[in-house]
């Protein structure tokens, strides 16, 4: 009775680990809860290896039953799949994303000992994240690293990435754990380690570059349910076609598919006067549409320039299910009736976009549609593949229509934070229906509109040039810290006498 209601509560545990995420202090609630999860492993380590698997695999099912419940929303409410079907395919992809923290788990019972615990549990947990961030694509959503946005250990996001917050949260989530134990001593060596953490927030990687960029960020609030209305198609694409030709600026962007039209069928009588618009302004107009590639289709991000300057971005980190059919799926496709989803995926070597402004500076904006901010270690390749024109702000296009009134775009917006903070670059975001948003350098978020609601943000954005540490040497730092971490644990195990072995602490 005792272990199935460790079970339990193993589950709760992550499912509350999963919502505090979302709170603006939610790094230290994450860090006690993930304590307390500790000390469930703990306290059951004489029921051996199984069980604790077990409840790691539990306390992983809660956290992502909670963390991405949303897709149940564009399944169901948007797609038109049965109840039951969409909520057994969230149960079903939380199972399987539940195998990471069991990795985690695992490799910590089978490697540290307790003389170097603390950071053989951190990598064990750093290694798995990072391979759920890249098997089969990768989905490293709601990582326990994203609440450090407003956490004690942001500061060495733009070191070691996400990643690197994410050790540190394992860490000092072990210190608290095992704090009670050893008179509290652990407290004071996660205190010193904050302390330190908290000196590099203020390290400037990159500087600014010329005058403020004046930007206008279209949110048009199209419900996604309306998509197959031909009435609703017809008032988002003049919305939008009406909306950039009303002012001017030196940037205007719209959401991804704000314009529903396949490129070949958007009205040249529009491009002819937006062109003249552009030509007289000296702006720039970046829009998301359907993109056409020969016969197929694309998700396309395309800017308009003066003088006739045109630019296409394809997005290269295609949705599975959503945007492409993975071989042998098809029938999936067909029960959730998705639009467009077989796709065309750009390369990773697409050129940035280039604004020029006269007399100040050209500015180089890298562009990411929809979920692309997620993956940080992709962001930072493109930055480096292109020394020469480095990018001095990051652009992203999304439309979370798909997920209605859930956590899914404030998770999101957490996530495009983060961007900023690894790259010292600020964020722009237009996005169908929230949040749209202007974000520093600092990941701090500037200005923003409220979610649901139809309206412009207009507002400044200074560029930055330079990169920092992470972009220069991406996840490998942290990954060869973690790997090495292990190694030398797994060697003090083997060294330790049967005896001592049997006294070792989880």
């Known amino acids: ?39 469930q492993i703990h306290q059951h380590h004489f029921h051996g290896l199984k069980t604790q698997v077990t409840l790691g695999w539990l306390f992983g099912l809660g956290y992502f039953c909670q963390g991405i419940w949303w897709l149940y929303v564009s399944m169901h409410d948007v797609g038109g799949m049965p109840a039951p079907m969409a909520a057994g395919g969230v149960v079903l992809l939380a199972g399987f994303l539940a195998f990471f923290p069991t990795l985690a788990v695992a490799l910590g019972a089978r490697f540290y000992n307790q003389s170097n615990s603390a950071i053989a549990w951190a990598s064990a947990w750093t290694i798995a994240e990072w391979l759920r961030g890249n098997i089969l694509t990768g989905f490293p959503w709601i990582g326990f690293g994203d609440a450090q946005i407003n956490g004690p250990f942001q500061g060495l996001i733009p070191i070691f990435g996400v ?18 134990g050893r008179l509290f001593l652990p407290l004071f060596s996660l205190g010193f380690a904050i302390a330190i953490c908290s000196l590099f927030e203020g390290v400037e990687f990159t500087k600014p570059v010329g005058k403020m960029l004046e930007v206008r960020l279209f949110q048009g609030n199209f419900p996604q349910t309306m998509q197959y209305d031909p009435v609703a198609i017809n008032k988002q694409n003049n919305y939008y076609f009406n909306g950039y030709l009303s002012k001017a600026a030196d940037l205007t962007v719209g959401p991804e598919t704000a314009i529903t039209l396949p490129e070949n069928l958007i009205p040249t009588d529009w491009v002819t006067n937006l062109q003249t618009h552009l030509n007289e302004t000296k702006g720039y107009v970046l829009t998301g549409l359907i993109g056409m590639n020969g016969d197929q289709y694309s998700n396309r991000a395309k800017a308009y320039g003066p003088n006739g300057e045109l630019y296409t971005y394809d997005k290269s980190h295609l949705v599975p299910f959503g945007e492409y059919i993975p071989p042998g799926f098809e029938w999936f496709i067909r ?29 180089s904006a890298a562009i990411m549609i929809c979920y692309e901010d997620v993956f940080g270690a992709e962001i930072a390749q493109r930055i480096r593949q292109f020394p020469a024109s480095a990018p001095n ?32 670059l600020p964020t722009i975001r237009a996005t169908n ?52 971490t292990l190694a030398l644990s797994w060697r003090k195990k083997k060294q330790l006498t049967p005896s001592s072995s049997r006294a070792t602490v989880l």
């Open 1 to 39: 009775m005792l272990l199935y209601r460790a079970y339990l509560y193993s589950f709760l545990i992550g499912i509350t680990t999963a919502a505090v995420g979302n709170f603006s202090n939610g790094a230290w609630w994450q860090m006690l809860l993930l304590a307390i999860f500790w000390r």
């Open 163 to 180: 990643l690197g917050a994410t050790f540190a949260t394992i860490w000092g989530a072990y210190k608290i754990g095992s704090a009670p």
């Open 335 to 363: 029960a959730i009736r998705a639009p467009l989803s077989q796709f065309t995926m750009g390369t990773n070597a697409q050129p940035h976009l280039k604004i020029k402004r006269g007399d100040e500076p050209d500015i």
């Open 433 to 484: 229906t929230g949040v749209t948003a202007i974000i520093n350098d600092k990941g701090k978020v500037v200005s923003q509109l409220p979610v649901f609601t139809q309206g412009v943000l207009t507002g400044s954005v200074q560029a930055r040039s330079g990169i920092t540490p992470y972009v220069q040497f991406g996840d490998l730092p942290i990954l060869l810290l973690s790997i090495i």
């Open 393 to 424: 702000m990051l652009i992203n296009l999304t439309n979370l229509a798909w997920f209605g009134d859930t956590s899914a775009p404030w998770q999101h917006l957490r996530l495009a934070q983060l961007r900023s903070l690894e790259t010292g």
